[in-house]
């Protein structure tokens, strides 16, 4: 059983889109994990409504200078980085795509970037002349489309551009029959990234990417009870491993609702929150035990990482991005481990925060734990969420302790074969590299 | 390399352990901190208080509403009590007067040691009474109130309305709020004339609570002003409140002690007083058919 496992998986991840996927995100590595510790700082330590500025008082002894300039320096490289992702990926991934090939993978990667932009150009909204484009599409959270896009830029590179090798020293003859080699491609790509461009225009796209995402954050805000909100949540978990953090984002935002009010007036008045009226708030089971920081249970994964992996790169990645996802900014994990599109965590990426969910649902009516009720800070540390949504209590601690632990195990296998499989594909990787030209 | 391996080993360990040491140690504030938040919020939650907090105008004290309260004492079993705040210039409160426990509509006036006219001061006035509110809602914990303001001070009211209240509009709901000879476009009597101050208002109404009642309530002396504060800047009010607050009603009372300055002291102001801005809840202290503590009993 394993070692079928073990093929398919090694299988799937040599087929090209994967191969390019992988180089994509080693690349974009460092950006993600920066970025991830900046927004760490921004949301959960320079927040006004942080925990950690709240329970150091940062507003009786930081100068309102600092703090406001640290908030803002933080708000805006995270913004920047996550911001402007889209365009690196399709980069790599043209570039990548275009190399496995052996064609020209520089202009592939420009052609990527402007077939991008050419998609999120808003046509229909020309005021002034202005740039303008839909920065929804660049940002992080579409890492897929652009993934796909530089993907696609890279396959028609593959058929209409001439092959080339990549040489380390270039004469100006070389470059100059570069260029011309690359009108073709480059033409193709922008017709077809223009065609797209057009057409999303026209058939709005934009608003039904934007019904689709509101969906979600509607839903989120109805608090569901779990029988609605885990269906959801799945699909959510789905397309954020594929990439498309949006839904997920939208769909666990929401904490005012009427059914949190009315949970945590009954908690403020009673004193506790044993006997809420609504005690299966799908949201806040998420918050509680679905997620111990980071989404999908990212922390569970890097613990897995850190106390099996002894030597490797990952451990690295996994140490650097350990903090930020601890506090929830698990952009740095996701992309440098990498998560994202790595078929072996789909499964547990998906179902297991559901069975976290579950299991904490069925100790809150066997009347063990209490419903987390209680208002908890941005920026509170994944594992103790429970203990602080239920002021306090130590069953729910303990609880949620015994969970990460069991967690921790259910990984450790998977996180044992990411490792092997990793080893084997650079070995594989390392093979090839012996008998072809500078990739 | 293997001595490389065994750092390295260390290292994530080092990370683990010191993770987990850092989580104990943060829990431990976390608790306390979280505690006292979730206590506060809960006294706040069950305080029926709902104070009716006063501003003067501009050259008054804090004994300029004694009158007024005086008069609403006057026929009624319900005795309001009367605390009095003035703000000093450096932000210090002096307190006379006090709330008497059981009170649950008490009065609250803050005035302010400089209480001089104009826009850069009535700016700084509200800064001073932003500093009495806050003292206020965390001694008394109050979820609600109603606000009254004479003259000027209901030019307080509205600048803090739109600079501060945000702070707390998650906990604290202000549910009325009246003014009296309140002079929104000043001394100006065009309206098309607005003054900075006005125009800075009009542009900031959107954060002016929208489930807000507003009454303003002008006096006639003549048929032009209350012999001080001409009423087209009274009515000014309306391009700050009306499409805004979830009602506007304009009242204007004439005949004896309609003159600006004797309006609070005016026995239809009392009135209005009383029917538009206090709680009519007579009947509140005794349960119509018993329904809300059987409710009550049922949960215990």
């Given at each position: 059983?394993?070692?079928?496992?073990?093929?398919?998986?090694?299988?799937l991840?040599r087929?090209a889109?994967?191969?390019v996927?992988?180089?994509?995100?080693?690349?974009?590595m460092?950006?993600?994990?920066?970025?991830?510790?900046?927004?760490?700082?921004?949301?959960?330590?320079f927040?006004?409504t942080?925990?950690?500025s709240?329970?150091?008082?940062?507003?009786?002894?930081?100068?309102?200078?600092?703090?406001?300039?640290?908030?803002?320096?933080?708000?805006?490289v995270?913004?920047?980085?996550?911001?402007?992702f889209?365009?690196?990926?399709?980069?790599?991934?043209a570039?990548?795509?275009?190399?496995?090939?052996?064609?020209?993978?520089?202009?592939?990667g420009?052609?990527?970037?402007?077939?991008?932009?050419?998609?999120?150009?808003?046509?229909r909204?020309?005021?002034d002349?202005?740039?303008?484009?839909?920065?929804?599409?660049?940002?992080i959270?579409?890492?897929?489309?652009?993934?796909?896009?530089?993907?696609?830029?890279?396959?028609?590179?593959?058929?209409?551009?001439?092959?080339?090798h990549?040489r380390?020293?270039e004469s100006?003859?070389?470059?100059?029959?570069?260029?011309?080699?690359?009108?073709?491609?480059?033409?193709?790509?922008?017709l077809?990234?223009?065609?797209?461009g057009?057409?999303?225009?026209?058939v709005?796209?934009r608003?039904?990417?934007?019904?689709?995402?509101?969906?979600?954050?509607?839903?989120?805000q109805?608090?569901?009870?779990?029988?609605?909100?885990?269906?959801?949540?799945?699909?959510?978990?789905?397309?954020?491993?594929c990439?498309?953090?949006?839904?997920?984002?939208?769909?666990?935002?929401?904490?005012?609702?009427?059914?949190?009010?009315?949970?945590?007036?009954?908690?403020?008045?009673?004193g506790?929150?044993?006997?809420?009226?609504?005690?299966?708030?799908?949201?806040?089971?998420?918050?509680?035990?679905?997620k111990?920081?980071?989404?999908?249970?990212?922390?569970?994964?890097?613990?897995?990482?850190l106390?099996?992996?002894?030597?490797?790169?990952?451990?690295r990645?996994?140490?650097?991005s350990?903090?930020?996802?601890?506090?929830?900014?698990?952009?740095g994990?996701?992309?440098?481990?990498?998560?994202?599109?790595?078929?072996?965590?789909?499964?547990?990426y998906?179902?297991?925060?559901?069975?976290?969910?579950?299991?904490?649902?069925?100790?809150?009516?066997?009347?063990?734990i209490?419903a987390?009720a209680?208002?908890v800070?941005?920026?509170?540390?994944?594992?103790?969420?429970?203990?602080?949504?239920?002021?306090?209590?130590?069953?729910?601690?303990?609880?949620?302790?015994?969970?990460?632990?069991?967690?921790i195990?259910l990984?450790l296998?998977?996180?044992k074969?990411?490792?092997?499989?990793?080893d084997e594909?650079?070995?594989?990787?390392?093979?090839?590299?012996?008998?072809?030209?500078?990739? | 390399?293997?001595?490389?391996?065994?750092?390295?080993?260390?290292?994530?360990r080092?990370?683990?352990?010191g993770?987990?040491?850092?989580?104990?140690?943060?829990?431990?504030?976390?608790?306390?901190?979280?505690?006292?938040?979730?206590?506060?919020?809960?006294e706040?939650?069950?305080?029926q208080?709902?104070?009716?907090?006063?501003?003067?105008?501009?050259?008054?004290?804090?004994?300029?509403?004694?009158?007024l309260?005086?008069?609403l004492?006057?026929?009624?079993?319900?005795?309001?009590?009367l605390?009095?705040?003035q703000?000093k210039?450096?932000?210090?409160?002096?307190?006379?007067?006090k709330?008497?426990?059981?009170?649950n509509?008490p009065?609250?006036?803050?005035?302010?040691?400089?209480?001089?006219?104009?826009?850069?001061?009535?700016?700084?006035?509200?800064?001073?009474?932003?500093?009495?509110?806050?003292?206020?809602?965390?001694?008394?914990?109050f979820n609600?109130?109603?606000?009254?303001?004479?003259?000027?001070?209901g030019?307080?009211?509205t600048?803090?309305?739109e600079?501060?209240?945000?702070?707390?509009?998650?906990?604290?709901?202000?549910k009325?709020?009246?003014?009296?000879?309140?002079?929104?476009?000043?001394?100006?009597?065009?309206?098309?004339?607005k003054?900075?101050m006005?125009?800075?208002?009009?542009k900031?109404?959107k954060?002016?609570?929208k489930?807000?009642d507003v009454?303003?309530?002008?006096?006639?002396?003549?048929?032009?002003?209350d012999?001080?504060?001409?009423?087209s800047?009274?009515?000014?009010?309306?391009?700050?409140?009306?499409?805004q607050?979830?009602?506007y009603?304009?009242m204007?009372?004439?005949?004896?002690?309609?003159q600006?300055?004797?309006?609070?002291?005016?026995?239809?102001?009392?009135?209005?007083?009383?029917?538009?801005?206090l709680?009519?809840?007579?009947?509140?202290?005794?349960?119509?058919?018993?329904q809300?503590p059987r409710?009550n009993?049922?949960?215990?």
């Open positions: 059983m394993e070692k079928i496992i073990f093929k398919t998986i090694v299988r991840r087929l889109f994967f191969r996927t992988d180089r994509t995100l080693m690349m974009l460092p950006l993600a994990v920066v970025g991830s510790i900046f927004q760490f700082l921004w949301q959960s330590v927040s006004p942080s925990l950690i709240n329970i150091f008082y940062f507003d009786k002894w930081l100068p309102d200078q600092i703090f406001n300039a640290s908030w803002y320096a933080c708000q805006g995270t913004s920047v980085i996550f911001g402007t889209g365009l690196f990926t399709a980069y790599f991934s570039q990548y795509t275009a190399r496995l090939y052996q064609k020209d993978a520089q202009m592939a420009v052609s990527g970037m402007l077939a991008l932009l050419l998609c999120a150009y808003r046509f909204d020309i005021r002349f202005q740039l303008s484009f839909n920065w929804r599409f660049l940002n959270n579409s890492f897929l489309f652009a993934l796909l896009i530089g993907f696609g830029t890279g396959l028609i590179f593959r058929f209409l551009g001439t092959d080339y990549h380390h020293a100006a003859q070389v470059i100059k029959q570069r260029a011309f080699n690359s009108f073709r491609p480059m033409l193709a790509t922008w077809i990234g223009l065609v797209i057009i057409l999303a225009s026209l709005h796209v608003m039904i990417a934007t019904n689709f995402y509101q969906f979600f954050q509607s839903q989120g109805n608090n569901l009870n779990l029988g609605i909100f885990i269906p959801l949540l799945l699909l959510a978990l789905l397309l954020n491993w990439g498309i953090g949006q839904p997920l984002v939208s769909l666990t935002a929401g904490g005012d609702s009427a059914t949190n009010v009315a949970n945590l007036n009954y908690a403020l008045t009673h506790s929150s044993w006997n809420v009226p609504n005690p299966y708030v799908g949201n806040s089971l998420y918050q509680s035990y679905g111990f920081g980071g989404n999908g249970l990212t922390l569970v994964i890097l613990i897995g990482i106390i099996f992996i002894k030597k490797n790169d990952i451990a990645v996994a140490r650097w350990f903090i930020p996802t601890l506090f929830g900014s698990n952009q994990a996701l992309i440098g481990i990498p998560i994202i599109l790595n078929p072996l965590f789909l499964l547990p998906i179902f297991l925060p559901v069975v976290n969910m579950l299991l904490a649902a069925s100790m809150i009516a066997i009347h063990l209490p987390s209680y208002n800070l941005s920026g509170t540390p994944g594992p103790l969420y429970a203990f602080i949504a239920t002021n306090g209590n130590w069953q729910a601690l303990i609880f949620s302790m015994l969970l990460f632990a069991f967690d195990l990984y296998p998977i996180v074969m990411a490792k092997d499989v990793q594909i650079d070995l594989l990787n390392d093979e090839e590299a012996g008998y072809e030209y500078v990739k | 390399m293997n001595m490389l391996n065994k750092d390295r080993i260390s290292k994530n080092l990370l683990l352990l993770t987990f040491i850092f989580l104990i140690v943060l829990s431990i504030p976390t608790f306390f901190w979280i505690k006292s938040a979730n206590h506060d919020l809960a706040r939650r069950k305080s208080m709902s104070p009716v907090i006063m501003i003067p105008g501009s050259s008054a004290t804090t004994e300029r509403f004694n009158e309260v005086n008069l004492n006057k026929d009624t079993l319900k005795k309001h009590s605390l009095k705040i703000v210039k450096d932000g210090t409160l002096k307190y006379s007067g709330i008497n426990r059981n009170d509509e009065f609250i006036v803050v005035g302010f040691e400089n209480n001089h006219d104009g826009y850069a001061n009535i700016k700084k006035q509200a800064g001073w009474f932003d500093e009495a509110f806050a003292q206020l809602s965390q001694q008394y914990k609600n109130f109603k606000a009254f303001g004479h003259s000027n001070g030019l307080i009211w600048y803090w309305l600079k501060y209240y945000a702070d707390y509009s998650d906990e604290i709901k202000i009325k709020l009246m003014t009296l000879g309140t002079p929104y476009n000043f001394n100006e009597s065009n309206v098309d004339h003054t900075e006005l125009n800075d208002f009009i900031n109404r954060k002016i609570p489930n807000l009454y303003s309530v002008s006096g006639g002396e003549n048929y032009e002003s012999g001080l504060v001409p009423e800047s009274v009515a000014a009010g309306k391009y700050i409140f009306q499409n607050v979830k009602h009603t304009t204007t009372v004439t005949g004896s002690d309609a600006h300055s004797s309006l609070p002291q005016n026995k239809q102001v009392v009135q209005l007083i009383k029917q538009y801005l709680e009519n809840n007579s009947g509140n202290n005794i349960p119509v058919n018993g809300k409710e009993n049922k949960k215990k």
